[in-house]
């Protein structure tokens, strides 16, 4: 869940949509400016080749953020926050306790 949701996140960002806008963008101009060195085909072709590889790129990048991404800081986090919760419960638990405990000794002395 804390994966799916840390993709989706970079994925929603927009930062390989412009990495891909800005090779094909580059790779036009590149051809443009070179235009009496290649056929229109050449330039077809290259153009979308580019394309293909830099999103084969992105997608290698994606995957590669998300395998290094480190879950040990959130399982720490959720550990200590489940140990926290169980730690608050006892000690109200033991405070009622007490508080029953001094209303019975009241009540004997009484």
Do not use: C, H, W
Not at 49 to 59: P, R, W
Not at 94 to 107: A, F, H, I, Y
């Amino acid at each position: 869940m804390i994966i799916e949701r840390f993709s989706q996140t970079v994925i929603n960002s927009g930062i390989f949509r412009l990495y891909i806008a800005t090779g094909f963008f580059a790779t036009l101009i590149f051809f443009v400016l070179n235009a009496e060195l290649f056929t229109p085909f050449e330039m077809i072709l290259g153009t979308i080749l580019i394309t293909i590889v830099l999103k084969g790129m992105s997608n290698l990048m994606l995957s590669l953020i998300i395998s290094l991404f480190s879950l040990d800081n959130k399982r720490s986090e959720f550990d200590f926050k489940y140990n926290e919760e169980k730690i608050q419960v006892m000690l109200n638990e033991l405070s009622v306790k007490e508080v029953m405990d001094v209303n019975k000794n009241l009540k004997k002395a009484n």
